[in-house]
């Protein structure tokens, strides 16, 4: 399993915890709003493991939320960028090379409903989704 996140000590415990439960994990320290980074996370876990069969996009922040009159532009961008731009760039780079490669399966957990359609017959809601190749 490739495990994904931007702070190192987060990382390493999940790692920890994979491989203490018998599993085998790679980490890689990747800030899910910038596209440069998460470009990396395909080409990343097939060098690691040789393919992809599923992607757990299990993306969500809250830093500094609040309630509309009172979350400043800031917060609202970085939660907005991660939450939602972070999940549509995880999915666009990783959904290809899942396919490619075999796998079928993309997991999405959403924190916020989204009713915008990022790809084809894909949706984001409250609830999990799922995406399937072919």
């Known amino acids: 399993m490739l495990v994904v996140d931007r ?3 987060s990382l390493q415990e999940t790692e920890d915890r994979i491989t203490r439960a018998g599993g085998s994990a790679k980490s890689l320290i990747v800030d899910i709003a910038v596209e440069e980074q ?15 069969d599923i992607l ?3 993306v969500g922040i809250g830093t500094g939320d609040g309630g509309v009159t ?14 939602v731009t972070g999940m549509h ?15 079928d399966t993309c997991q999405i ?3 916020y409903t ?4 990022l790809l084809t ?10 995406v399937r190749c072919g």
């Open 38 to 52: 998460v470009a990396k996370i395909a080409p990343a876990c097939i060098e690691a493991f040789g393919f992809i």
């Open 56 to 58: 757990h996009n299990n």
């Open 114 to 117: 989204i009713r915008k359609q």
């Open 70 to 83: 009172s979350l400043d532009r800031e917060a609202w961008e970085r939660i907005f960028d991660v939450n």
């Open 89 to 103: 760039l995880t999915c666009k780079h990783v959904i290809p090379a899942l396919c490619a490669n075999g796998g």
């Open 7 to 9: 702070d190192l000590v």
């Open 121 to 130: 017959n894909f949706f984001l809601t409250r609830q999990n989704s799922s």
């Open 109 to 111: 957990n959403a924190r």
